[in-house]
């Protein structure tokens, strides 16, 4: 499970990053500037790349509570009916 979260908010941030800088890039092409876009994206996508990790790793975290809770109810239907 812990791998799963590392693996999926980190390719997140490997995308908004990329985004980011070719959105930033193609921008001071455009205006023909150096770079001034790019560095205000990347700057930029940092607070995005880092909510984004976080509401990613809070859901997936719930989810496996919620698994872990259905889990723990099936056990104890199992044990109630061994007890009958």
Do not use: W
Not at 12 to 35: E, H, M, P, S
Not at 62 to 69: D, F, I, L, M, W
Request: net charge positive; glycine share 8%.
């Amino acid at each position: 499970m812990v791998g799963q979260v590392g693996c999926v908010t980190g390719l997140v941030a490997i995308v908004i990053i990329a985004l980011a800088f070719g959105l930033g890039r193609f921008l001071d092409a455009q205006f023909d500037v150096k770079g001034v876009f790019t560095v205000l994206l990347m700057v930029g996508s940092f607070p995005v790349t880092l909510y984004a990790m976080v509401r990613i790793s809070l859901r997936m975290v719930e989810q496996a509570q919620n698994r872990v809770n259905q889990l723990n109810q099936q056990h104890q239907q199992e044990v109630n009916q061994q007890k009958e």
